[in-house]
């Protein structure tokens, strides 16, 4: 099974502020990582995958980068709806996720 | 615009059975693969289990294999989970999740799956 690790499992920012998130894999994955956006009593929402390529819709302060087994979510410049829970997944051999990242307020 | 509406949660006991449905809407739901994942309390998302869009390969976590069965009814655009022999650590909010090229695209808002004595 291929595992998925996040890191922080919680950051503490402020709105403007440049976010980043790791998501890392056990093996590798080539370019078939997602990000999901998720907000307390809501399903997860699909910003990003393949990696790099931004959902239609999702503000363009989201990119993501990463290749094989090491992947990074960034947010530019962090605005007040941006506060949730953040998960990668993998989908190149079924389907995991990574445990989760919160971004909270400072 | 795509729509997932889950029902059939509960309070279930350990050993007992339940069985959760999948409404879809918005997309024609006989073309497309279809998933369930589940997000335990306090616990990273999981995938549960895999159909295809025909309803001939099914696939399951190792953690539900032989207690749970996935299916779907094509006619009525319906996605179910049979859950049999249920476990306290299977108590979550399950999700249906459609699948485009491999990738879970949309989600429904979940459905409250309690196992206790």
């Known amino acids: 099974d291929i595992q998925m690790t996040q890191s922080p499992s919680t950051l503490s920012a402020s709105v403007g502020d440049r976010v980043t998130i790791t998501c890392r894999a056990s093996?590798?994955?080539?370019?078939?990582l997602a990000w999901y956006q998720q907000k307390p009593g809501k399903a997860p929402k699909l910003l990003i995958y393949?990696?790099?390529s931004l959902k239609s819709g999702v503000p363009s302060r989201f990119s993501g980068s990463g290749s094989g087994t090491e992947f990074t979510l960034t947010i530019s410049s962090l605005q007040p709806d941006d506060f949730a829970t953040y998960h990668c997944?993998?989908?190149?051999?079924?389907?995991?996720f990574g445990q989760g990242t919160k971004v909270e307020f400072k | 615009e795509v729509q997932l509406v889950e029902s059939g949660g509960g309070l279930v006991q350990p050993g007992g059975s339940l069985r959760l449905s999948c409404a879809a809407s918005?997309?024609?739901?006989?073309?497309?693969?279809m998933n369930w994942v589940r997000q335990a309390p306090g616990k990273r998302l999981e995938w549960v289990s895999y159909?295809?869009?025909?309803?001939?390969?099914?696939y399951y976590a190792d953690s539900v294999k032989g207690r749970f069965t996935i299916s779907r009814d094509n006619a009525k655009n319906s996605l179910y989970l049979q859950m049999n022999s249920v476990r306290i650590e299977d108590t979550a909010l399950y999700y249906c999740?459609?699948?485009?090229?491999?990738?879970?695209?949309?989600w429904g808002q979940g459905t409250l799956v309690t196992v206790s004595s």
């Open positions: 918005g997309f024609t739901f006989s073309t497309h693969e």
């Open positions: 159909i295809s869009g025909g309803g001939e390969t099914t």
């Open positions: 093996q590798s994955i080539s370019i078939w």
């Open positions: 999740a459609r699948i485009e090229q491999q990738l879970t695209d949309s």
């Open positions: 997944q993998q989908y190149n051999n079924y389907w995991t």
């Open positions: 393949q990696a790099s």
